[in-house]
């Protein structure tokens, strides 16, 4: 008698917690969680004083085969007079009210160069030259001897191979006192890796920039970047 009296309380038990399920599972199924993702780079890199402008998010709800588009707010700021890095949060909001949430890192920074020699600010093709493939690559002057590159990668994994912005890796170049070039600041989020270059030479004949492009695990590759 004793053991049916507890089975009786065990099935009353699973009953209660398939039916706790149950509903959880069609309260999910209610609350769809939006589709979002970021425009332009994460992080993002700014020279110090350097206006920013928000690429904005990308948002939608898809329930039921129909896709809306939503709202978001941006919840910190930038200071670019400050240097350091600033986390952005974009706040959005579905359609049962609750709240889900996507971040960016900003970087504000400061770097001393020379103008040793110019690296002319505009559109370049890229190419991994072991591949002989590449992307688009974006340089623009930020201060003397800093420029701000958008892949150190030669757009190679990026828009060749169509893995997507995340393995992009956004650097600053510094001339140093010497004529050499370092970089700061690269890192490819896709990768969860640090990114650097070596060996910069320009050869100003041809408006071409060659290196080596350098991961933290120690994989490298050579890079050729030709001004359009």
Do not use: H, W
């Not at 049916?4 to 065990?10: E, F, M, P, S």
């Not at 670019?80 to 609750?98: A, H, M, P």
């Amino acid at each position: 008698m004793k053991s049916l009296k507890y089975l009786i309380i065990l099935t009353a038990a699973v009953f209660m917690l398939a039916s706790c399920e149950k509903e959880y599972e069609s309260y999910l199924s209610e609350t769809p969680a939006p589709v979002m993702e970021l425009y332009g780079s994460n992080p993002m890199v700014l020279f110090k004083g350097t206006p920013y402008v928000d690429p904005g998010i990308y948002a939608v709800e898809i329930a039921n085969g129909d896709t809306t588009e939503l709202e978001y707010e941006i919840l910190n700021e930038v200071n670019v007079d400050i240097t350091g890095t600033y986390r952005l949060q974009y706040k959005v909001t579905n359609s049962e009210g609750y709240d889900f949430y996507i971040s960016r890192n900003v970087s504000i920074v400061s770097f001393t160069g020379y103008d040793v020699f110019e690296i002319p600010s505009g559109t370049y093709d890229g190419i991994r030259v072991n591949r002989n493939a590449g992307g688009v690559v974006q340089i623009n002057k930020l201060a003397a001897g800093v420029y701000q590159i958008s892949d150190l990668l030669a757009g190679y994994y990026d828009q060749y191979v169509g893995y997507g912005p995340s393995t992009a890796a956004p650097a600053i170049l510094v001339i140093e006192e010497d004529g050499t070039v370092r970089t700061e600041l690269g890192y490819a989020p896709g990768f969860g890796e640090a990114v650097s270059g070596t060996g910069f030479v320009f050869d100003d004949a041809n408006n071409v920039l060659t290196y080596t492009a350098v991961f933290e695990d120690g994989f490298s590759f050579d890079v050729q970047l030709t001004l359009q």
